[in-house]
C-alpha cells in the first residue's frame, strides 16, 4: 500500500515510524533537565554536519568527521557509563510489574515522611521537603548533596538536626527516594507573602511558582506544619490532613492555580 505516489510509504513505514518517533522522545523525558541533553543535540549537529559534506563531496572533512564519530561513540558509552546505568535503571522502573507495586511504594513514603514531621514539629525542629516529579529540578540536584537514599523517618530527623551539615536547606525527593539534601531554593518575590513567613516558607512558594512540585516545611519557631504547590502556601496543617494532602498530590499532577497565604509565626 502506497500512500504517496512518488514515496513507497505505507502502513508498515508508518507504524515503523511512529515507534521510533516514540522512542526517541521516551529517551528525551528520561535524559531532559540533565548534561546529557547538551551531549545529544551535539551529536545530532554533528551527524547533520557529516551529511552535508558528504554531499557536497569533501571527501577529507568527511573521513576526519567519520573517524571522530566512530571514536566518539566508543568515549560516550564511557563517559556517560553512570547516566546509561541510571536509564536502564529507569526504563525498569517503569515496566507494568513497577507500575503494580508503586502505590504501596508511595504509601510506605508517606507514612515514613508523616512519622519524620510528626517527631520534628513537636521538637520544633525545621525541615524544608521538596517531592519533585520524575527529570525535575535536576539543577538543584547537582548543586546540593547528592544521596541516593531510601526515604525513612530517621534519615529525614538526621538531615534536618540542627547539629548536622546538612540540616540547611532543603531534601529533594524524586521517585520515591531522597536524592539529595541541602538545596538551596528560589526565594518568592510575590508581594502578597505576609511578612511573617520567613525564608524557608518564601523558598517553599519560590520553587512551587515554577515547578510542578508538592513542598513540605516545618516551622522551626512554632513546629507548625505547611505545604505549598503551584504559588500557594497552606500553614497549620494537622497530621490528618497533612496525609489528605499527601495522598491526592504524590505522584499525581497537582490541580488549580490559586495562590493564597496563610499566616503563622515568622520562619
Same mark, same amino acid.
Given at each position: 500500500? &502506497?500512500?504517496?505516489?512518488?514515496?513507497?510509504?505505507?502502513?508498515?513505514?508508518?507504524?515503523? &515510524?511512529?515507534?521510533?518517533?516514540?522512542?526517541?522522545?521516551?529517551?528525551?523525558?528520561?535524559?531532559?533537565?540533565?548534561?546529557?541533553?547538551?551531549?545529544?543535540?551535539?551529536?545530532?549537529?554533528?551527524?547533520?554536519?557529516?551529511?552535508?559534506?558528504?554531499?557536497?563531496?569533501?571527501?577529507?572533512?568527511?573521513?576526519?568527521?567519520?573517524?571522530?564519530?566512530?571514536?566518539?561513540?566508543?568515549?560516550?558509552?564511557?563517559?556517560?557509563?553512570?547516566?546509561?546505568?541510571?536509564?536502564?535503571?529507569?526504563?525498569?522502573?517503569?515496566?507494568?510489574?513497577?507500575?503494580?507495586?508503586?502505590?504501596?511504594?508511595?504509601?510506605?513514603?508517606?507514612?515514613?515522611?508523616?512519622?519524620?514531621?510528626?517527631?520534628?514539629?513537636?521538637?520544633?525542629?525545621?525541615?524544608?521537603?521538596?517531592?519533585?516529579?520524575?527529570?525535575?529540578?535536576?539543577?538543584?540536584?547537582?548543586?546540593?548533596?547528592?544521596?541516593?537514599?531510601?526515604?525513612?523517618?530517621?534519615?529525614?530527623?538526621?538531615?534536618?538536626?540542627?547539629?548536622?551539615?546538612? @540540616?540547611?536547606?532543603? !531534601?529533594?525527593?524524586?521517585?520515591?527516594?531522597?536524592?539529595?539534601?541541602?538545596?538551596?531554593?528560589?526565594?518568592?518575590?510575590?508581594?502578597?507573602?505576609?511578612?511573617?513567613?520567613?525564608?524557608? @516558607?518564601?523558598?517553599?512558594?519560590?520553587?512551587?511558582? &515554577?515547578?510542578?512540585?508538592? !513542598?513540605? =516545611?516545618?516551622?522551626?519557631?512554632?513546629?507548625?506544619?505547611?505545604?505549598?504547590?503551584?504559588?500557594?502556601?497552606?500553614?497549620?496543617?494537622? =497530621?490528618?490532613?497533612?496525609?489528605?494532602?499527601?495522598?491526592?498530590?504524590?505522584?499525581?499532577?497537582?490541580?488549580?492555580?490559586?495562590?493564597?497565604?496563610?499566616?503563622?509565626?515568622?520562619?
Amino acid at each position: 500500500m &502506497t500512500f504517496f505516489g512518488f514515496l513507497d510509504f505505507g502502513v508498515k513505514e508508518l507504524i515503523e &515510524t511512529l515507534l521510533i518517533a516514540g522512542i526517541l522522545y521516551y529517551l528525551y523525558t528520561l535524559i531532559r533537565g540533565t548534561f546529557a541533553i547538551s551531549v545529544f543535540f551535539g551529536l545530532i549537529i554533528i551527524f547533520f554536519v557529516n551529511a552535508l559534506v558528504s554531499v557536497l563531496g569533501l571527501t577529507t572533512i568527511n573521513f576526519i568527521l567519520m573517524r571522530i564519530t566512530d571514536v566518539g561513540i566508543l568515549a560516550l558509552v564511557i563517559l556517560f557509563q553512570p547516566e546509561i546505568r541510571k536509564l536502564l535503571y529507569r526504563i525498569g522502573q517503569n515496566t507494568t510489574l513497577d507500575r503494580f507495586f508503586k502505590t504501596n511504594e508511595s504509601n510506605t513514603l508517606i507514612e515514613e515522611v508523616i512519622a519524620a514531621v510528626k517527631n520534628m514539629s513537636r521538637v520544633k525542629t525545621g525541615a524544608l521537603i521538596v517531592f519533585a516529579r520524575s527529570s525535575s529540578l535536576q539543577d538543584l540536584v547537582d548543586v546540593g548533596k547528592k544521596l541516593d537514599a531510601v526515604v525513612s523517618s530517621e534519615l529525614l530527623e538526621t538531615i534536618f538536626n540542627r547539629e548536622t551539615p546538612l @540540616h540547611d536547606g532543603a !531534601v529533594v525527593i524524586r521517585d520515591d527516594r531522597i536524592v539529595a539534601a541541602s538545596c538551596y531554593l528560589p526565594i518568592s518575590q510575590n508581594p502578597n507573602i505576609s511578612s511573617v513567613f520567613g525564608t524557608r @516558607h518564601r523558598a517553599a512558594v519560590g520553587i512551587s511558582e &515554577t515547578n510542578n512540585v508538592f !513542598v513540605l =516545611i516545618v516551622s522551626e519557631e512554632t513546629g507548625r506544619i505547611s505545604i505549598a504547590k503551584n504559588g500557594s502556601l497552606t500553614s497549620g496543617l494537622t =497530621i490528618q490532613k497533612l496525609r489528605k494532602e499527601m495522598e491526592e498530590n504524590i505522584g499525581k499532577e497537582p490541580q488549580g492555580d490559586t495562590v493564597s497565604f496563610s499566616e503563622s509565626k515568622k520562619d
